[in-house]
């Protein structure tokens, strides 16, 4: 059975392609102004690199916060269920999911059969998301692939004490007239985010294994800071950013 999720992000449209239980093909792309030409651009854009035909895929599962715009889906679903069912597919036994998207965070713990025992999100401020790590990024003029890296470099990390994106940005601006060494402010960057997301998590209770997914993922400086605050170890998919849209491909061949 060939099937597909989409996964329609404020920042990025992710979509998976499935044939039963084998991984064909993941891709990510901006999703821009019109996430409906988002989609159908990916969807299109992946089907040709495939050399598939759309009257061949069975099933097509959207989530994320445009998941509603996608009218060629079969079925919608929320990104809490595709996150668990994305973990799962990567580590079978995952107890607990953190997942940091563009404007929004989340976490998930996960039962022993794989359903979701409880989630608690933040979604209504940027602080603590993709969104505020290139926010950031723009005020210290350095690429955002690169901050992981830079954070391990640092000799302490930078004080930054306001969880508002927009006084955040304030603080790293007066930091740098001060001469801090950008390393130092990123690792002060993501300790203010990993500091938002233990207090998220608190609200319920986090289990090993645990697995990290979302764009944020892919941030070195972040993991290592949680795992740090958590005094836990955090596995990251190299599948990560795509973790939704893999999960709702997996629910595609069930409805």
């Keep these: 059975m060939l099937t597909i999720g989409l996964d329609i992000g404020s920042i990025t449209t992710k979509i998976a392609v499935m044939d039963g239980n084998d991984l064909l093909d993941t891709t990510v792309s901006f999703t821009g102004y019109n996430a ?23 099933r097509i599962i959207a989530t994320g916060y445009g998941r509603n715009g996608v009218g060629i889906a079969d079925k919608t679903v929320t990104e809490i269920k595709c996150h668990a069912v994305g973990a799962r597919f990567y580590m079978s036994n995952v107890r607990s999911v953190i997942d940091i998207g563009g404007q929004d965070s989340k976490f998930m713990r996960i039962d022993a059969d794989g359903n979701v025992a409880d989630f608690v999100m933040n979604d209504k401020c940027a602080a603590g998301t993709g969104r505020f790590l290139e926010v950031m990024a723009r005020a210290l003029e350095v690429e955002l692939a690169d901050f992981g890296k830079l954070s391990l470099n640092a000799r302490k990390s930078s004080a930054i004490s306001s969880m508002c994106t927009v006084f955040a940005e304030s603080e ?84």
Excluded: C, Y
């Excluded at 409906?36 to 895929?57: F, G, M, N, P, Y």
């Excluded at 990560?240 to 893999?246: K, T």
């Design 172 to 255: 790293v601006i007066s930091l740098i007239s001060k001469g801090e060494p950008r390393e130092n402010i990123i690792a002060g960057i993501h300790e203010s985010i990993v500091n938002r997301l233990v207090s998220m998590i608190s609200r319920s209770k986090i289990e090993e294994p645990v697995v990290l997914t979302g764009g944020v993922a892919q941030n070195i400086g972040i993991q290592t800071a949680l795992e740090k605050k958590l005094k836990i170890k955090i596995r990251v998919p190299e599948t990560a950013q795509v973790n939704g849209a893999i999960g709702a491909a997996i629910l595609a061949r069930n409805i």
């Design 36 to 58: 409906e030409s988002a989609w159908r651009k990916i969807l299109k854009d992946t089907l040709d690199r495939l050399q598939l035909k759309e009257s061949v895929v069975d």
